[in-house]
């Protein structure tokens, strides 16, 4: 929902700042600018957080590839501060190489993650 508001204009989205509820379910499309939404970990403030990282692409190409790596590789980064207060995370990419090493996750206190999902369609 907040993206989606948040999308409108930088008016609403300065709006939602600083309403930390409206930032606990991050959902970020990789085929898409994931840029301007990145800030949405930290508008999380302390708040549990529920990440979903996924592709809406069907480039089974190289680019296709790089399409993917990029942005899980900035959302990835940007996500590593706040593993602690994550419930769930998620991505589903269309290839393998894009995704997060499970050691990022699995060597942290992340007290509240319940779901861990790393999945593809491809394995490159």
């Not at 939602?16 to 840029?35: G, H, Q």
């Not at 999902?117 to 491809?122: G, K, Q, S, V, Y």
Request: with cysteine; proline share 6%.
């Amino acid at each position: 929902f907040s993206f989606n508001v948040a999308w409108v204009c930088n008016l609403w989205r300065d709006m939602l700042t600083d309403s930390p509820e409206y930032w606990t379910r991050i959902s970020f499309d990789v085929a898409n600018d994931t840029t301007p939404l990145l800030d949405a970990f930290t508008r999380s403030k302390d708040s549990e957080i529920r990440i979903l990282v996924f592709s809406s692409a069907n480039d089974l190409t190289e680019e296709g590839k790089m399409g993917e790596s990029n942005p899980a590789e900035s959302i990835t980064r940007h996500l590593q501060p706040h593993i602690e207060r994550c419930t769930s995370i998620i991505f589903h990419l269309t290839f393998a190489s894009p995704l997060p090493s499970p050691t990022l996750f699995l060597t942290r206190e992340a007290l509240f993650l319940e779901d861990l999902t790393l999945a593809c369609r491809m394995h490159d």
